[in-house]
Each structure stands twice: as structure tokens, then as C-alpha cells.
DNA sequence: CTGAAAGCGCTTACAG
DNA sequence: CTGAAAGCGCTTACAG
């Protein structure tokens, strides 16, 4: 690639200073009109484009118009809406947007932090891995810039926008039981991640609020990839069967849809799950679910990320965005066998 | 925030030079060890992390370490899936990718492509919007690194990864064909995208191969929201219906479904899809379509791009994959009705 | 209205 | 083994 110009350049080919191409850059006043449609010219025939990066290197030392988005995976469709959110409001502010996949690995986490960081971005939203916490707080320590995602990290402070897990997966849970069900059955993510612990309680909340037991064999936990539930699943289901499920995850309800019609049984065990899924609605039945915004969140995250790269020095804000159950079939079907106990 | 600490913040607490905690960062030989772990200390102590941008200003004068993805939509799954092709790519690179999105809209592609040149990323991979070319064109004239993926430009040159569109098409048509249909509606983009464009192309050849008059009320090109395809359909099945339709896009192929279901109709229309759709072997009957390959259209691009960053001069290369129908019951679905013609 | 000097946080030669 | 000077491409005060 040809080296890209540089205001030195372009003052060269238009005959004046530097500072001159400078001023009219930045469009500053006190340019005679001449010597502005000489620099525009020479601009022009070079294609040169400020950088930025030298820019701001001098102007405030620190701010590079770039923030960072560091999550598990950009291509799971809950992620990449949260994404479009950060960018539509990060790009009104004249802010653009890395993203980095971890998928949940605190090592990649602690090189994808590491890139981002030595690039200084100037501010993060992050959906901490498990266990990686450390380096997430000596950030916030610090005061720099950085709105957690999703997931709640081991340590007090820092801004927070997520789902409300909790309130989500007991009102899914108690959605089941509303239509009589008393052997409804977990399955989700490993507990160590924070929105699958919350949910789980969430699905122990509602079960003990209606006076049911909580049996072990019925809460499931695993870390899987996309394409490994509906195994599980298969699994799950092989003999015993509870009359309901409650899937704690998009990944999960999507094996578990998959498992159902494997078996044929997808009229027969009731299933709501958390998080939508596409084409939830054409499925037959529909598949019901508590869905989450992830719009929303990503735009409350570069609101609020964006906040305090200005400055903002308010308390700590934490907003957890609720939501109610959307009936579409497969969560009111009723209990088919009644078991003893 | 705090202002983040400097190499001299360092070398005054360490009581050292700041050319010496340069050395220590950047693991140059000929530092003492009891320097090393002074000067060390005093980067834990302060959370310093080299400033990026100063470093390679200095040294390389334009690389940054960054490469940008400008699409369309990055909460489109097809999108979003290519994202972390290049992703995977980049890092194992040392790269980081800024994604923005342009609707498609060749303002928006303007004002993302200013701001990832303004911030000097080292190369693009951009999915070109209509009529927004110019720009383009004289980066790609300068040799500046850009890969143009899913789309071409209007102009000859730049590397290029996508999908054979036009063959694709081709293929689901001839699968309908050689399930009986011959009335078979075409309903896409706007076919001054690239890919319609190619999709409508792939579809007549099919028709004409076969002896099939093309008939222009079967060609149904719009431009609208993921959300408003289903509608459209409704429009398009409303009355003298085909008895097989080919859908030349994921959206598209989702509103589809979705109207014949509406409609009772998934057992008597066929379908075809271009690119895959969430859940299409759960659909009754399944989706057929022509996936396309994005993880790997995202890893091919970063992979010439890189080439292109670290100075290949090979001529432009086109990378164009193929694939073939994947039958799951909705395209091998025969036509019920005959019709006069 | 225009320009020469200093400095942002680093690295690259050069000295000692 | 360690440091002082110059420079990456800009902007910020200061002059004229």
C-alpha cells in the first residue's frame, strides 16, 4: 500500500505550512478562502484523511473514539442484537465499536482485555468469564470507563445493565406450574456463570413457592456448545420423563426443541424457555419463552458507557430489565401423566 | 477516570529512566534483573499498560492493529456468524476488528468508512452498499487493504469473498424443477443489490434451461425489514398462487415461512431458501435451502486481508464458494395443482 | 490571516 | 547495562 499522505503532504502540494492544512481540516476560521480551496484541492487529489489517532494522542492524551464491546460469542443471535444496540448508540456519538469474542475462556477474556486495552479503547461493556475477575477490577478501581454485561462479576461497583434472570425463570416456572405441572425439570448453563445460577434459583423460587420439592435429578447443568444440547437432551429425556421444562438458555430451548420432535414428543412435555429463539412462533406448537431485549441492553450499556467517557462521576447505576412470559404453545400444554409422590 | 499511568509514571516511581521501562515493557535484553523487577513492580503497582497507538505511530507510522468490518446489519445471523470468521482470524494475528453497520444505506457507509480511515484501521472488509462506490474505488486504486465480501463493487479490481450467488440460485431452482414444479415465484431483494441481482439471474437460467417461460408477475423484488416479509407474502400469495416459491434471502425465506403457516399452506407450496434460517429442520416440514457458509466467507476474507496488510502484491484474488441444496421436506414438496399453461 | 515551536507517549538510532 | 535526543502526525498555545 502507498503510504497514506500526511498534512506535511499536502502542504507541500498546496504551498503553505502545515498548521495551514491543519486549520482548514478542523475548519477553523481565519483562512482566507483562497488558500482553503488550494488545501481542499490538494486534499482531495491525495485522498488524505486525518489521524486520527495523532489527533487525539495530542488532544486529550488519552481518548481514541473507540469503545469495546468483550463478550462470549458475537455469533449467538442474543450477543450480536446486544451488539447493534452498543453501535447505534456508540456511532451517534461518534464512537465506533471493537467486539471480542471470549467464549466465556478467562484466558481469551485476559488477551482480548489486553488488546483492547493497549489500543485504549475508551471505555468497555463487558460479560465477564468466570473467574477472570481480577484485571475487571482493578479497572473499575481505577475509575475507568466500563459497563459489565449480562453477567454480574465477582466484586462490588462498576455499572451493570442485564436481564432480570431471577424474576424471568420464576416466572417461566411458575407459568408451568400454572397450568399444573409439579415435575418440571431444569436444564442450563454451568451455576458458576451468574445468569445460570439465577435462573436456577429463580426455577427453586417458584417451585417452593407452590409447595413442591426440588429433586436434584430434575435441575441439570452443562457447559455445552450450541450444537451439543439437543444430545443432552436426548439424555435428559431418556426415561422418567417430567411433564415440563424449563430451559435456561436459547441454546438449551433450541436443543430441546430439537430432542421434542426427535421423539415426537413435543405436544406431550410442556417447555418454556428463557431468551427467544427465531422462529419460535412457526414451529408447531410455538415455542413460549421469557424473552429478553437485547436491543435494549445494548443500548442502555453505550448510554451509560458513553456517560462516564464523558465524565460522569454519579454512583454505580445497575438496571435490570424485566419481562413477562409469551404464551405460543408449547408452554400450556398441560400435564399428561401423573406420576406417584 | 484517572489518567492512565505513562512509561514516565513508571520510570519516576521505579527511579529509573523512562527509556529503561521501555526496555522492561518491550522485554529488550541488557536490563539488570534487579531493574527488571523494580521497574515491574511499579507497572503492577500502577496498572500500566503500554499506550498502543504512541508505539506504533512512532514505529510503523500507520499500523494500528486493527482491522474494521463494514456490513449491513450485524444482528443478522448471517452477518454476525462472518464477524467471527474474521474475529478468529484477526486475533490469532494480533488484530482486533470495529464492526459497523450501514443498513446498507451509502451514507451511513460513508460516514463508518471515515470513521475506521480517520482512526487509521488497517485494512476493511466491506460489504459495498449500492451506489457508494467512489469512495471505495479510490481506496482500492491507493492499494489500500480492502476485501469486499458477499457483494462486488461496480469496479473491476479488490479482492473479493462470497458466495456463488447465481449458482446457488440455480440449483435450488432446478431442485424444484426436478420435483415437478413449473410455476415457481422468485421473491427477493432489491435487484440492484449484487446478490439479488445474481439470485434473479440463477433463477431464470434455471427456468429457461428447462423450457420455462419466465413470467414477470412471478418476480417479486422488494427492500424491506427482516420484519416485513411475511406481509409481503401475503400479498404475494393472495390469490393465482404458484405451487412453488424460491426465496432468495434468510429473511426473506423466514417471512415466507411464516405467511405459509399463517396460511396452511406449508404442505402445499414448496419452498427453496438461499442461506440458512434458525430452526429449519424443526419447522414441519423442514426448510429446504442452499446454505451459505459464513464462518468461512469470514475466515477466507481476514485471511487475504492479512496477506494484503503484511504487504502481498499477488494480482486481486476472488474467492467464490459453492454449495448444494440441503433437502429437509419443504422443497420436495410436488405440486398439487396444475394450471392452465 | 499565517507560521514556528513544543509536546502527546512512545520507539529508534546514538552515546556513554 | 542505562540514558538523552529526535521524531511519528497531529494540536495547542504563542508570535507576527
Do not use: C
Not at 87 to 109: M, Y
Not at 273 to 281: I, K, L, M
Not at 302 to 323: D, K, M, N, W
Amino acid at each position: 500500500m502507498r503510504r497514506r499522505p500526511t498534512m506535511r503532504d499536502v502542504a507541500l502540494r498546496a504551498g503553505v505550512s502545515f498548521k495551514t492544512v491543519s486549520r482548514v481540516v478542523n475548519a477553523e476560521a481565519a483562512v482566507s478562502p483562497a488558500v482553503v480551496a488550494r488545501v481542499e484541492e490538494a486534499i482531495s487529489d491525495l485522498g488524505y484523511r486525518r489521524d486520527d489517532r495523532a489527533r487525539r494522542l495530542r488532544q486529550a492524551g488519552t481518548h481514541t473514539g473507540v469503545i469495546g464491546f468483550v463478550l462470549a460469542d458475537v455469533s449467538n443471535p442474543f450477543f450480536s442484537a446486544i451488539l447493534r444496540g452498543i453501535e447505534e448508540v456508540a456511532s451517534a456519538g461518534d464512537f465506533v465499536v471493537v467486539a471480542g469474542s471470549t467464549d466465556g475462556d478467562p484466558e481469551r477474556q485476559a488477551r482480548v482485555l489486553d488488546a483492547f486495552i493497549s489500543r485504549r479503547v475508551d471505555g468497555l461493556v463487558v460479560v465477564p468469564a468466570r473467574g477472570a475477575d481480577a484485571q475487571l477490577h482493578a479497572e473499575v478501581e481505577r475509575r475507568y470507563p466500563l459497563v459489565f454485561m449480562d453477567l454480574e462479576p465477582s466484586f462490588e461497583g462498576g455499572d451493570l445493565v442485564r436481564s432480570d434472570h431471577r424474576g424471568g425463570a420464576r416466572l417461566a416456572v411458575e407459568h408451568l406450574i400454572a397450568h399444573g405441572h409439579r415435575d418440571i425439570a431444569f436444564f442450563g448453563d454451568d451455576p458458576r456463570v451468574f445468569s445460570a445460577a439465577e435462573r436456577v434459583a429463580g426455577y427453586t423460587e417458584a417451585l417452593t413457592a407452590a409447595g413442591i420439592d426440588v429433586e436434584p435429578r430434575r435441575v441439570v447443568h452443562d457447559h455445552l456448545p450450541a450444537s451439543g444440547w439437543r444430545e443432552r437432551l436426548h439424555e435428559g429425556l431418556a426415561a422418567e420423563r417430567p411433564t415440563a421444562l424449563f430451559t435456561a438458555q436459547n441454546f438449551v430451548t433450541a436443543g430441546a426443541v430439537r430432542a421434542l420432535h426427535d421423539l415426537g414428543l413435543e405436544r406431550e412435555i410442556a417447555l418454556v424457555g428463557f431468551d427467544d429463539v427465531e422462529f419460535a412462533d412457526v414451529v408447531r406448537p410455538g415455542i413460549s419463552v421469557v424473552p429478553q431485549h437485547p436491543l435494549e441492553l445494548g443500548r442502555r450499556a453505550a448510554e451509560l458507557l458513553l456517560g462516564r467517557i464523558s465524565g460522569s462521576q454519579s454512583p454505580p447505576e445497575r438496571v435490570v430489565l424485566t419481562s413477562a412470559v409469551v404464551a405460543r404453545g408449547s408452554g400450556e400444554i398441560p400435564p399428561r401423566r401423573r406420576r406417584a409422590r
